[in-house]
């Protein structure tokens, strides 16, 4: 396989995954936002801003799936899990779990994939194709 095609394929596998499983978290949302809102309200932020939970777990993940504004997509991921880990997850982040891996580390995967696919881009099987 040439390089540049493992390159690009390489980009695709990363940005599916993460669009599903971030997707996934806010189609569960939906229906109830109230947990969201609760996690911002409780900061003492106004109750809307809550609702930019959706922004990074519906709008930005299918910018993401579909290799739209990509980037973009992922800096909207990264935002979105810096705020989830400082607002649900700060205790955690110096933890370990009872199998001694890291106590937030899906949290930690979904953003620093995020993160990666910021400098990388998309790759050239994408909408944008950069």
Same mark, same amino acid.
């Given at each position: 396989?040439?390089?540049?095609?493992?390159?690009?394929?390489?980009?695709?596998?990363?940005?599916?995954?993460?669009?599903?499983?971030?997707?996934?978290?806010?189609?569960?949302?939906?229906?109830?936002?109230?947990? &969201? @809102? =609760?996690? %911002?309200? /409780?900061?003492?932020?106004?109750?809307?801003?809550?609702? +930019?939970?959706?922004?990074? *777990?519906?709008?930005?993940?299918?910018?993401?799936?579909?290799?739209?504004?990509?980037?973009?997509?992922?800096?909207?991921?990264?935002?979105?899990?810096?705020? &989830? @880990? =400082?607002? %649900?997850? /700060?205790?955690?982040?110096?933890?370990?779990?009872?199998? +001694?891996?890291?106590?937030? *580390?899906?949290?930690?995967?979904?953003?620093?994939?995020?993160?990666?696919?910021?400098?990388?881009?998309?790759?050239?099987?994408?909408?944008?194709?950069?």
């Amino acid at each position: 396989m040439h390089p540049t095609t493992a390159d690009n394929l390489g980009k695709l596998i990363l940005r599916i995954v993460l669009s599903v499983l971030i997707l996934l978290h806010g189609l569960n949302k939906i229906p109830d936002p109230q947990g &969201a @809102i =609760g996690a %911002v309200t /409780a900061q003492g932020w106004p109750a809307f801003l809550a609702y +930019g939970v959706f922004i990074g *777990e519906i709008i930005a993940p299918i910018m993401l799936l579909l290799g739209w504004h990509a980037r973009m997509g992922a800096i909207l991921i990264v935002i979105n899990m810096l705020f &989830a @880990i =400082g607002l %649900v997850h /700060a205790g955690e982040i110096f933890m370990l779990n009872k199998h +001694g891996g890291w106590q937030i *580390e899906l949290q930690g995967m979904y953003l620093f994939t995020a993160l990666a696919l910021v400098f990388t881009g998309p790759g050239k099987i994408s909408l944008n194709q950069r």
